[in-house]
């Protein structure tokens, strides 16, 4: 019998041990949470319809970037943007891709560039790339996000 109150004694003191664990409160868990997660990298970068078959992240980033400049220098090619500014071989293209999967381009002139006609070259861009293919947007922790990024497109190629 006095074996059976020793057992039982160490049991209930044990087991009030258990129930004194402190739970960590919820903004301790969201912080904990927000200090895991890299702000400044995205979870899975945007994504074209011919990237899709890639895991690999950096092989489907590459993929992305050299998918997106093909195919916008295949739809600036036999364009009179290389007949009205023949001294233009390269063009800063800062592309934008909303949550929603909309895309803006947007033209980043150099600092010296006053003599081009911006309003005539964005204009020309924005007909030309008006009918671009869908654009998965980039994620974060599951949740698509607005990315951008600077597009280097070379246009004359001599």
């Not at 489907?60 to 023949?86: G, H, I, N, W």
């Not at 929603?100 to 010296?112: I, N, V, Y």
């Amino acid at each position: 019998m006095k074996k059976a109150v020793v057992a039982l004694s160490l049991l209930l003191l044990g087991s009030c041990q258990y129930f004194d664990k402190k739970v960590p409160s919820e903004e301790e868990l969201l912080q904990k949470r927000r200090a895991e997660i890299n702000m400044d990298e995205v979870s899975s970068y945007p994504s074209i319809g011919e990237c899709d078959s890639v895991m690999d992240k950096e092989q489907k980033k590459e993929c992305f970037f050299s998918s997106m400049t093909r195919l916008v220098q295949e739809r600036l090619d036999a364009d009179t943007l290389l007949l009205l500014y023949p001294e233009i071989d390269t063009i800063q293209l800062k592309v934008t891709i909303f949550r929603d999967a909309t895309l803006a381009f947007e033209t980043e002139f150099p600092k010296d560039s006053v003599g081009y006609d911006r309003t005539k070259i964005d204009s020309l861009l924005r007909s030309r790339l008006s009918d671009f293919p869908a654009v998965e947007p980039a994620s974060k922790e599951g949740i698509p996000v607005k990315s951008q990024f600077i597009l280097p497109v070379i246009i004359n190629v001599e």
